[in-house]
């Protein structure tokens, strides 16, 4: 069966086409990407600007005739926190299904950590002990925990790395202040969710995933390690260049240049709370967890 999830989100609106297979992984068939560019976009009040809404319904057409063309029999639209999150949500959604007929939905955080956890124990194979989770979106941070395929612990913080360069890191390159602003904002948010995760045993495998750590592991890792040593030498780098400099690093996209400092900054807080050294970087992650979860209760 030919399954598709689009997964709407603050930078772009991406499709996955994959053939089902019940006991292999997804064979994957066709992907596209297309900008919505939403970060930047919000006004005072959590509402996306008209013009960021043209592009998403846009970008969001796009895909959906791309997974008509082909053949696509299950599509799982899904709209993650930039839309979840935005005071005109309503009428975002009410858009895109009179433009595509397409009803978007949405997970709460907690239940996105839950799906990103699934994706990545699978990913990791059988017997992967103890796993703790990291996820850092554009608009919200979410941490995992446990041993078995659903999580002990899921929690969602508000600390995405669009949504804190747009609140506390408005210019570029960036002063000590901004950055340690940044840095406090993380530490004050993360602290009791540390607090929870350290009275559960110690993982075995600590996992970083989605964008911000894909792109962490290529200007600061090695291969897909990522340690919190070579990471806050990289914050002062990273702060000194001009978003411009920063799109020229490898595997860093010019669409989220700008947020990846405040990307860095989050990442090695919560490596600090966590008392985590290093972390591995794993591919999958939200949709593939989307459709690993179809391809389970299309098989019962």
Not at 78 to 89: M, S
Not at 251 to 276: C, I, P, Y
Request: charged share 25%; glycine share 6%; hydrophobic share 45%.
């Amino acid at each position: 069966m030919r399954l598709a999830v689009l997964d709407v989100g603050s930078n772009s609106a991406h499709l996955q086409v994959v053939d089902a297979r019940t006991s292999e992984a997804p064979l994957p068939v066709f992907r596209l990407k297309a900008p919505t560019l939403l970060a930047e976009s919000v006004t005072p009040d959590g509402a996306l600007t008209p013009d960021a809404v043209e592009r998403l319904v846009s970008a969001v057409a796009r895909t959906v005739e791309a997974s008509r063309r082909h053949a696509v029999a299950d599509l799982i639209p899904l709209a993650t926190a930039t839309i979840r999150d935005a005071t005109n949500n309503a009428e975002i959604r009410r858009r895109v299904r009179e433009a595509t007929g397409v009803e978007l939905r949405s997970l709460s955080g907690e239940d996105e950590a839950r799906v990103t956890f699934l994706a990545v124990r699978r990913y990791l194979g059988a017997h992967p002990g103890q796993l703790l989770l990291l996820d850092i979106g554009g608009m919200s941070m979410e941490f995992a925990a446990g041993a078995g395929e659903n999580p002990d612990v899921a929690v969602s913080l508000p600390l995405g790395a669009g949504r804190l360069t747009r609140q506390l890191l408005p210019h570029h390159p960036a002063g000590p202040g901004a950055v340690a602003a940044v840095r406090d904002h993380v530490h004050a948010a993360v602290r009791p969710i540390a607090a929870q995760l350290t009275r559960l045993p110690r993982p075995d495998r600590v996992v970083g995933t989605s964008k911000t750590f894909k792109q962490l592991v290529r200007v600061a890792g090695d291969g897909r390690r990522l340690t919190r040593h070579r990471l806050r030498r990289w914050v002062p780098r990273l702060a000194r260049m001009s978003v411009q400099e920063r799109a020229k690093l490898p595997g860093v996209a010019a669409s989220r240049a700008r947020q990846l400092l405040a990307g860095a900054v989050t990442a090695a807080t919560a490596m600090e709370l966590l008392d985590v050294p290093a972390l591995e970087v794993c591919p999958w992650a939200l949709r593939e967890g989307l459709l690993l979860r179809r391809i389970t209760e299309l098989s019962v």
